[in-house]
Structures are given as structure tokens and as C-alpha cells.
């Protein structure tokens, strides 16, 4: 089979070729560099498995790790290594007898000449077309100085120049010294990080920092390692993603609510629903999907704070059946772990389910199980920000909900993220007549008009309703209202 050469030599990494801009150019040397245990094996696993597939020789000279290792590694995944050459490259068992160790010549010299020749050796042997060198550290080790190591560096990339094949070199930055050698003598550098918070699992990201002549994605990227090999999640960049629709109104099916919103909440914005536990917030998003899926369409629901069969019993117990919406296909509902998930993978699911399902609305509940995985806040803003402007330039219109802390007066909401959400809904208890009772108010709507009134909102067996303007209360938001039976109407919307 023939090569193409004009085009890139593609990783094999899901979402490393988007940020690469197409992957790794061909007859290069890139190096991929990171600590012990962030998937640099891995990696080059795949970007081997990945040539031999489109009928490419691959080569994968180990300095570090032995052929069954490997094989192993691969095994794990599910993946065979039977069209790869592996050239196991250690140091033979004489280097290790002390009888056998030179004392005025030092041992180095010997070893990293004849560790060079039997590269070039195996290269000219196989004329492999991708070649992984694994790892440099223990070439740097053989070096012994600053110096010889980058002279190395260098002959093995002018070697591989005239051979004509892309190579990847790994390093495990195991020296004590951080060494910027390779990174000025490879055509591209990709560093894999990983961080552990102080609860859940590892995270992981990945980083470009150098790309010759190429245009690439930068800043951090979330990643996994799964069965399978990496999944990196491509930081989302919401301008990238247009499409043109209709923004008509979507109500929700409740009479009052919709007088509310002006007659709904328009296709392609964002709502934020706010409010303390219990108020029901979770259950007025459920309305505005049984709206959506009585108009044809198909929603998303991401749940981080409960249980799937627990969100299902309690949505019967107010006659709405989510599994038989489930299995039409009409609804899909996402279990997320904060713990487990980066916030850049979950974004990947949310866009993978719009792509796959066409779903026309996404609901969030809740970014309080959200903000779990971002321990930063102000990054958590930046994140949230991407995703709504993304799903809004998909015409999808998004519900997001945030429990306040406290009952009634003064709540406190975790992360202020109310002038990102086109529309607010703000949920409250208040006290009445030796009663605790519920108000809803709308008190942000960018996309038209809206009531100025606060409604009181009660939940039935059947689900939702929402009263009249409570005209003759004043305070409710506050949630120990005053009873003024004598006051007048104020004007607008209040008044009808």
C-alpha cells in the first residue's frame, strides 16, 4: 500500500488531531514529554497502531521498558502489536559485571556509542515509515553532561532527517534539572499532566507548547485514560460553533408560568433556576421537557446530586414516566460524578449527545455538583460561559439550576453565575398564615418582556402550578411577608 505523504501522520489520540490541527507533519521529530504515569506509552501505542493500520512499518525502540512489558500494556487495551517492530534496546548483562566495567575509559563512552549504532542499525534494518524512541531519559542518563546529551539529540534528529520517517521521542522528566534541549531541537513538543485533588480522582491535562509553523489549539485540555487508550477533550472555544435557527418562544405548559416569561423562554438562551432545596427546581425544569418532547423534540438531562432510579420514582410519583420517555429515545439522562469527571470531559458528553441525538434541550442539574469538579471558581465561570455560549449558537435551549444556601431571608448562592443565563427564575419559601408556602418570580429575561409580578408556586400530585400575582403580600422574597389587604395594584403586568 502506498503512503500518502502529503498528508499529516494522524495520532490515533481521539481529539489530539483537533488540536494539532491535523496531527503530526510528516518526517519530523516531535517530542512528547511527562511525568511517570501520565499515558506517554500509551500514547505512543497508538500513534503506532495507528500507522500500521493505514499500512505503514512502525518501529518502537525501548530503552526503558522490556518487550513483554509492552506487550502487556497493549493487552490492557485490547490491542495487538503484532504489526509493530519492537526493538528491546537495554543494557546487556556484561554491563552489569563489575569485572567487566572499564576504569580509565569511562563505561558511558562505550555505552552511548554503541547504544546510537544499534539504532541507526535497527532504522536502516526495518526502514520503518513512524518511529517511537522510548525513553530519553535514559539516553540523557548515558550522556552524563548537558552538552553530549543535546549533541545526541541532535545527530539522532539529522539521522532520522535523511531517513525519512516521523518520530516521536518520550521523556518522563525524571532529571532533577529541567533540561530545554529536546524542546528547541523537535519540530513539536506535547506535555501530559497529571494532578491529584484532594478528593476523587486523578485529573489529567494535556499541553502543546511548541508547534513549527502550524496553527494549534492552546492552553490546557482536560484527558482520560481509559480501556481503549487517551480520550483528550479539546478545550471548547463556543465561536467556532454557528448555526442559524428560530428563535420562537418554548413555553412550558404551565399557564401561569408561561404568563411569567412573557409567554416562554426563546430557543437558543440559557435559564438559571434559583433557589433553596426543595422548592422544586428540579421539577420545573422536568416541565419544560415534557413541553419540548410533546413538540417533537429530543432533551438532554445531565444530573450530578441524584440518583437516576431516585429521580425516576420521584418524577412517577407526579405522574411523569421517564423511562418510558427513555425508551422511546425522546429523553436521555446522563448519571455525572463529579469526583470521577473533569469539567472538560463533561462538556464532551453534552456535545456528544447534541451530535448524536439532536437533542433541542439540555438541562444541568445542578452546578452545584458541577462546581465540585472545578475547585477554582473563576475557572468554573470560564467553563460554564463556553458550554452556554456554545449550546445557545446550536439553537439548544439550556436549563441550569443552583440550590442556595439557607431557607428564607438572605440565601447565599455558591457561584454568581446569573449574568451568564439570558433568563433567571428565582424560587423562594416564605411564611403565611402559619403555612410555608413557595414563590416563583422571574427576575431576568434578556430575550423580551416579562411579568414583574411574584406568583405563588404550588406543587401538586400532578406536578407544577403556578397562582395569580400575590398582589396583597408585600416582603415575599424576603420570606416573612407583610398581608396589606388594602393595597393598591401596582401598574405593567402586576395590575392585569
Avoid at 433553596?276 to 422536568?286: E, H, R, V
Avoid at 438532554?300 to 425516576?312: K, M, P, R, S, Y
Avoid at 433567571?424 to 410555608?436: D, H, K, S
Wanted: include cysteine; charge should be negative; glycine fraction near 10%.
Amino acid at each position: 500500500m502506498a503512503i500518502d505523504k502529503s498528508r499529516d501522520a494522524a495520532t490515533g489520540v481521539s481529539g489530539l488531531d483537533e488540536i494539532l490541527d491535523g496531527g503530526f507533519a510528516r518526517d519530523r521529530v516531535f517530542l512528547l514529554e511527562g511525568s511517570p504515569g501520565t499515558g506517554k506509552t500509551t500514547t505512543a501505542l497508538q500513534f503506532l497502531l495507528t500507522g500500521a493500520a493505514a499500512g505503514e512499518r512502525c518501529l518502537y525502540i525501548t530503552l526503558s521498558e522490556t518487550e513483554a512489558e509492552l506487550g502487556d500494556s497493549a493487552l490492557a487495551h485490547g490491542w495487538d502489536l503484532g504489526g509493530i517492530d519492537i526493538f528491546e534496546l537495554i543494557p546487556p548483562e556484561r554491563l552489569l559485571d563489575e569485572r567487566q566495567q572499564q576504569s580509565l575509559l569511562y563505561s558511558s563512552d562505550l555505552e552511548l556509542g554503541e547504544t546510537t549504532r544499534m539504532i541507526f542499525e535497527a532504522v536502516e534494518r526495518i526502514g520503518p515509515d513512524r518511529i517511537v524512541i522510548d525513553s530519553l531519559s535514559e539516553i540523557r542518563l548515558l550522556a552524563q553532561s548537558s552538552l553530549r546529551y543535546r549533541r545526541q539529540v541532535l545527530a539522532l534528529k539529522h539521522y532520522f532527517a535523511r531517513h525519512g520517517a516521523t518520530v516521536l521521542m518520550l521523556d518522563d522528566l525524571t532529571s532533577e534539572t529541567t533540561d530545554k534541549t529536546v524542546h528547541s531541537v523537535a519540530h513539536g513538543v506535547v506535555r501530559l499532566e497529571e494532578m491529584l485533588p484532594n478528593y476523587g480522582s486523578e485529573r489529567r491535562r494535556v499541553r502543546v507548547l511548541k508547534y513549527r509553523g502550524r496553527p494549534f489549539r492552546g492552553g490546557y485540555h482536560d484527558f482520560s485514560i481509559k480501556t481503549g487508550g487517551l480520550r483528550i477533550y479539546p478545550r471548547l472555544v463556543a465561536s467556532e460553533h454557528r448555526t442559524v435557527f428560530d428563535r420562537s418562544p418554548a413555553p412550558s405548559g404551565i399557564r401561569g408560568l408561561d404568563a411569567l416569561l412573557g409567554g416562554g423562554v426563546e430557543r437558543g438562551t440559557s435559564t438559571l433556576v434559583l433557589g433553596p432545596t426543595g422548592t422544586g427546581k428540579s421539577l420545573l425544569t422536568l416541565q419544560f421537557a415534557l413541553a419540548a418532547i410533546r413538540r417533537g423534540e429530543r432533551v438532554g438531562l445531565f444530573i450530578f446530586d441524584e440518583e437516576v432510579g431516585l429521580l425516576t420514582a420521584r418524577a412517577r410519583g407526579f405522574g411523569i414516566d421517564l423511562d418510558a420517555l427513555r425508551a422511546e429515545g425522546a429523553l436521555v439522562i446522563q448519571q455525572v460524578d463529579a469526583a470521577e469527571q473533569s469539567p472538560g470531559e463533561f462538556a464532551a458528553r453534552v456535545r456528544a449527545c447534541i451530535a448524536e441525538t439532536g437533542a433541542g434541550t439540555v438541562i444541568i442539574d445542578s452546578l452545584n455538583g458541577y462546581q465540585a469538579a472545578m475547585p477554582e471558581e473563576q475557572f468554573l465561570v470560564l467553563h460554564i460561559h463556553e458550554l452556554l455560549q456554545f449550546l445557545n449558537r446550536q439553537g439548544v435551549t439550556t436549563f441550569l439550576t443552583i440550590a442556595q444556601h439557607g431557607l428564607v431571608g438572605d440565601m447565599k448562592t455558591p457561584v454568581d453565575i446569573t449574568y451568564l443565563a439570558d433568563t433567571v427564575i428565582l424560587l423562594r419559601y416564605f411564611e403565611a398564615r402559619g403555612r410555608v408556602r413557595r414563590a416563583v418570580s422571574v427576575i431576568k429575561k434578556r430575550a423580551g418582556a416579562h411579568e414583574t409580578t411574584i406568583r405563588e408556586l404550588a406543587v401538586t400530585s400532578g406536578g407544577l402550578d403556578v397562582g395569580p400575582p400575590l398582589d396583597n403580600f408585600q416582603g415575599v422574597l424576603r420570606g416573612i411577608p407583610v398581608l396589606v389587604d388594602d393595597m393598591p395594584p401596582t401598574g405593567g403586568a402586576a395590575a392585569r
